[in-house]
């Protein structure tokens, strides 16, 4: 189980994270906070493109960062949604290609908190991405 403190501070950190969002096109703002090993938590946003596919969801943005940092231990993630400019009120799922990178660097039972404004949600992401492929494939 996740410590509510810890829950509580990563939601807090992707609504912070969110309001960086450059979406003009989708209107929709996410917001991701990425807690490390170590207790650092990266954040993202999403980040659009006048070309639309270079744009770079949220939860890549986090993880990409912390990579690149040198950090590859990660302890949970926090993601929230919606319309840009409203309050968060529905809960917001990584992608497919998020939960794929996710699985790059994640255990099974990695915890991916959700938030609607009300209630987190907690859902491992061996849920969120039942029978993956991954580097064990490659051997
Ligand atoms: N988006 C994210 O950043 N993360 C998700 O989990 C879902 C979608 C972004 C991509 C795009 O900028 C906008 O939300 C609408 O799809």
Redesign the pocket.
């Known amino acids: 189980m996740m410590n509510q403190d810890t829950i509580t501070a990563l939601v807090k950190n992707a609504l912070a994270a969110r309001e960086k969002?450059y979406?003009p096109?989708?209107g929709?703002?996410?917001g991701?906070a990425l807690l490390a090993a170590d207790g650092t938590i990266y954040t993202?946003?999403?980040?659009?493109s006048a070309s639309f596919t270079p744009?770079?969801?949220?939860?890549?943005?986090a993880m990409f960062t912390a990579v690149h940092k040198g950090e590859r231990n990660f302890t949970a993630l926090a993601?929230v949604?919606g319309k840009s400019g409203a309050e968060v009120s529905a809960y917001?799922?990584?992608?497919g290609v998020?939960r794929q990178v996710l699985s790059e660097f994640c255990a099974p039972d990695f915890p991916v908190i959700l938030f609607d404004g009300k209630t987190p949600k907690v859902i491992p992401l061996s849920t969120l991405l039942p029978a993956s492929f991954g580097k064990a494939d490659l051997t």
Do not use: K, M, Q
Request: charged residues 10%.
């Open positions: 969002s979406c096109y989708s929709f703002a996410v991701a993202g946003a999403n980040i659009e744009t770079v969801c949220a939860e890549r943005v993601v949604g917001c799922a990584p992608c998020c």
